[in-house]
């Protein structure tokens, strides 16, 4: 139990509809970074927030965007859904800049299918 | 680039010892990551290695770093069913903030009863 959760476990769109995921961070930590894990591959990074600002992005398109809250918890949304964007997203909360990422703790993952 | 590479399978009989290898692209690397996934779960951080050591123990796990070769390796000793997972390797690039991984494809464990 890593204090990291994140909604829905599952879900299911179609192609070109819009999808939001959602994370909680563990209580104390600023910073959340999402992944996305396609069946087979290792997580890729997306993008980190931090203190609710954009701090660092992989190499996603823009339809790929985020949101910190001021209570750290996160939002990934991903527009015009693509079949190729079926993945397991994972949301990964730390504490913040300078720390180790030893102290950064994933969730579970939300399994998004589009079809 | 920016590949970690790893080797996809292994196999090892249960209480036998599990090496997984993995190749990393960045000398400036400062942290190397072990996480392990089990099947429909997160990723668990098992073990790091900071890039200034050659060796590290933690119980039943221990890391090797050849930072000449850029090669890092995870060796399970006494391998349990419960190992059974995939392994990945991480390393933060130079240039990257902190917490931003770059992981390898992952090596599947299979630990034969």
């Known amino acids: 139990e890593t204090g990291v959760t994140q909604s829905p476990t599952h879900l299911i769109k179609t192609r070109g509809q819009q999808v939001t995921l959602r994370c909680s961070s563990q209580s104390g930590h600023n910073t959340v970074s999402w992944y996305q894990q396609a069946l087979g591959q290792g997580p890729q990074f997306i993008f980190q927030?931090?203190?609710?600002?954009?701090?660092g992005r992989g190499n996603f398109p823009p339809r790929f965007s985020g949101l910190q809250f001021p209570n750290y918890s996160s939002e990934l949304n991903v527009n015009a859904l693509e079949l190729d964007d079926s993945a397991l997203y994972l949301c990964a909360s730390s504490p913040g800049q300078g720390r180790l990422n030893t102290e950064a703790f994933f969730g579970q993952g939300t399994r998004l299918t589009v079809v | 680039g920016e590949d970690v590479e790893q080797s996809l399978f292994l196999s090892v009989r249960e209480g036998d010892s599990s090496v997984i290898n993995c190749t990393y692209t960045d000398s400036s690397s400062t942290y190397l990551y072990w996480y392990k996934q089990e099947p429909g779960a997160g990723l668990q951080l098992l073990t790091y290695i900071f890039s200034n050591m050659d060796m590290k123990q933690d119980q039943r796990l221990t890391v090797l770093l050849n930072k000449k070769d850029k090669h890092l390796s995870l060796r399970i000793a006494d391998t349990q069913t419960g190992d059974s997972a995939i392994y990945f390797c991480?390393?933060?690039?130079?240039?990257?903030?902190?917490?931003?991984?770059?992981f390898g494809k992952g090596t599947k464990l299979s630990v034969i009863p």
């Open positions: 927030y931090y203190r609710e600002e954009e701090n």
């Open positions: 991480a390393e933060i690039p130079s240039g990257a903030g902190s917490y931003q991984l770059t």
